[in-house]
């Protein structure tokens, strides 16, 4: 469906019987006190006038690039008007409708519904467990159809089961007991501020002025516990995002953070929070603590790139009409790249991690065989559809690449303004020109791809259109690695485990086997992907297919690495056992290579740029 149909549609729908503009605030309350079994209760109060209703339930929410609103997960719905029930109906086109009709004299109606938190993957998380809850306040809400969110103002009140404590950006009015009542907002700004709580808490303050700091609940106490080293490489990511951007604009910042192993590691940006949720082990495990270091720089970024600046098409006007997804090589290409960079330069990570990462990411991208059919322009334009796809066939499905290959392109576009400029401009200006200067209150400023190219030929003047179309529309098979070869490095393969890789393994419980054989290995035995024209895809090997056994031996990983050690030096075939459905196969795979990672070397004939991108601002 074309846009042009989309909103076609959309104006049919805008005929349907809609609220009046509502003056008077609408009042939603929520009880968590059922936190613990899954649940939320929510009441509004909606100031109505006699007539047909449409209430709508919020279907595209900012940041999920698609219509990802849990509609599945509301029940229970019932309104009333002077204590009496009013019926209502869904509409049979747009499912996120309601329509009802108010009674001569009635001035309020009472809306009740319950949330299941409980989650149905892929359409929604997990959001609360016996100790913690995140509550997004999308998924508790309706508001008059046709009306704009900026326009619409709410009141929300929040009742905590006992002795629990919470997180939020959204200001706080009024506490009484567990009852938490915040200031009226725009329901915008009530979207855009989640609440965590729980029964396990600790707020970490980040920066002297006292507008940053990190808020946690976990499923445990010691879960909590925050290394001195990361407290402070923590507050080193203030610094240097501030220095990078050289304005904020919000009035204060709260990192939101949920660990538990029952939510899922996610993130989502807010103008002056994220929320953030991570396995209950992220801080107290080096492991865990070295994958989830890039999560809070990344939703860190966005409160400038994707919250204040933002693609024009992204920018609607409320949440039911379809976000144009096409500059998410922006919005998150660009924010993976500087959320990388703001790590290695907080000290969250040190260089070989960093490069290991990029090592790892280059790989992947190099390694699409999707690439030949699909480009990573088209990834962005169809993310709505890349929710919840399976691992099965990914490298040749391409799904949310936009990320790891926006990273990529914008890592070349930095080698490049310095390389043009003999070191003088660099990416950090381009930042400071498009997301900075003066320092506000969280506000919105479009932006298209013409702004885009403009502001970079400010910095360095260069054919950038040509240079962004290019990789953003080819299908080649190769991956845009000029800012890693133009950076003074190369991607190269060994046969010894790259840490980052390693790390990635042992939390996941997987292996790589992706680049010697062609396919990635769970724990259980299943095959998560294989690459279509690799050798194990040759031998008959697919997705989803379980390994029983490796030359005549029950199968593990590490018996998988010792075969192909030994393959190396003798001409028999690898043998594996597999198990496809209810049928038992034997397949034989021609392969002598060894094993084969990822891992950047350095091309001392180039001048070494991704060693000063990373270098700390201000020293």
């Known amino acids: 469906m074309t846009f042009r149909l989309s909103k076609l549609l959309l104006l049919g729908l805008s005929s349907l019987p809609v609220l009046a503009q509502v003056e008077a605030p609408i009042t939603v309350s929520v009880d968590a006190t059922e936190a613990a079994r899954q649940i939320f209760h929510a009441r509004l109060t909606i100031p109505v006038t006699p007539g047909p209703v449409t209430l709508v339930y919020p279907r595209w929410i900012p940041g999920n690039h698609g219509p990802t609103g849990p509609i599945t997960e509301l029940v229970g719905l019932k309104w009333v008007a002077q204590g009496q029930p009013l019926a209502w109906r869904r509409d049979l086109i747009d499912l996120y409708a309601f329509h009802g009709t108010i009674p001569a004299g009635v001035t309020r109606l009472e809306v009740s519904l319950d949330l299941l938190a409980a989650g149905n993957v892929p359409v929604s998380n997990p959001s609360a467990t016996d100790q913690l809850a995140v509550l997004s306040w999308n998924q508790v809400v309706l508001y008059p159809q046709g009306q704009k969110t900026d326009q619409l103002t709410y009141q929300a009140q929040l009742t905590l089961p006992l002795a629990w404590k919470y997180g939020t950006a959204l200001p706080l009015q009024t506490t009484s007991a567990q009852t938490l009542t915040f200031a009226p907002v725009s329901l915008t700004t009530l979207v855009d501020s989640p609440v965590i709580l729980g029964a396990h808490y600790r707020t970490v303050p980040l920066s002297k002025d006292g507008r940053h700091q990190l808020d946690i609940v976990a499923d445990s106490e010691a879960a909590l516990a925050l290394t001195p080293d990361s407290e402070k490489a923590y507050q080193h990511l203030i610094t240097q995002t501030n220095l990078l951007f050289g304005a904020r604009h919000y009035n204060q910042y709260h990192f939101l953070l949920s660990l538990s192993d029952r939510l899922g590691f996610s993130g989502l940006e807010h103008h002056e929070s994220s929320d953030n949720r991570a396995g209950e082990s992220a801080l107290t495990d080096p492991l865990q603590r070295e994958l989830f270091a890039g999560l809070l720089p990344h939703e860190f970024v966005h409160s400038w790139n994707g919250k204040y600046r933002r693609p024009v098409g992204l920018n609607t006007a409320d949440f039911q009409e379809p976000m144009q997804d096409d500059l998410l090589w922006v919005y998150e290409g660009l924010t993976q790249y500087l959320g990388t960079v703001l790590t290695a330069r907080s000290g969250l990570w040190d260089a070989d991690t960093l490069r290991d990462y990029l090592a790892v990411t280059a790989a992947a991208m190099d390694h699409r065989p999707g690439r030949a059919w699909r480009s990573v322009q088209d990834t962005a334009d169809s993310a709505p559809l890349s929710r919840g796809l399976s691992p099965a066939w990914s490298s040749y499905r391409r799904g949310t690449d936009y990320y790891a290959e926006g990273l990529l392109i914008w890592l070349e576009v930095d080698a490049l303004l310095r390389q043009q400029s003999q070191g ?48 953003l529309n080819t299908t080649a098979l190769a991956a845009p690695l000029g800012g890693i070869t133009g950076g003074g490095w190369r991607v190269v393969y060994t046969d010894t485990l790259n840490d980052y890789l390693r790390a990635t393994e042992t939390v996941n419980k997987s292996a790589n086997f992706i680049y010697s054989l062609g396919f990635s290995l769970n724990s259980d035995g299943t095959l998560g992907d294989v690459l279509p024209d690799s050798v194990a895809a040759k031998a008959g090997l697919a997705p989803g297919m379980k390994l029983l056994g490796v030359d005549g031996r029950t199968v593990s990983a590490e018996r998988l690495r010792q075969a192909l050690k030994v393959g190396k030096t003798t001409m028999s075939p690898l043998e594996l056992l597999a198990l496809n459905g209810d049928f038992y196969r034997m397949y034989r795979l021609d392969y002598h290579g060894g094993e084969q990672y990822p891992h950047l070397e350095r091309d001392k004939a180039q001048t070494d740029w991704l060693g000063k991108i990373i270098i700390p601002l201000g020293r």
């Open 424 to 471: 003088r401009r660099s990416l950090d200006d381009f930042c400071r020109s498009f997301f900075g200067a003066p320092n506000t209150a969280p506000l919105v400023k479009p932006y298209t791809f013409d702004e885009v190219v403009m502001a970079l030929n400010q910095v360095v003047p260069y054919d950038w259109r040509t240079f962004l179309l290019t990789r």
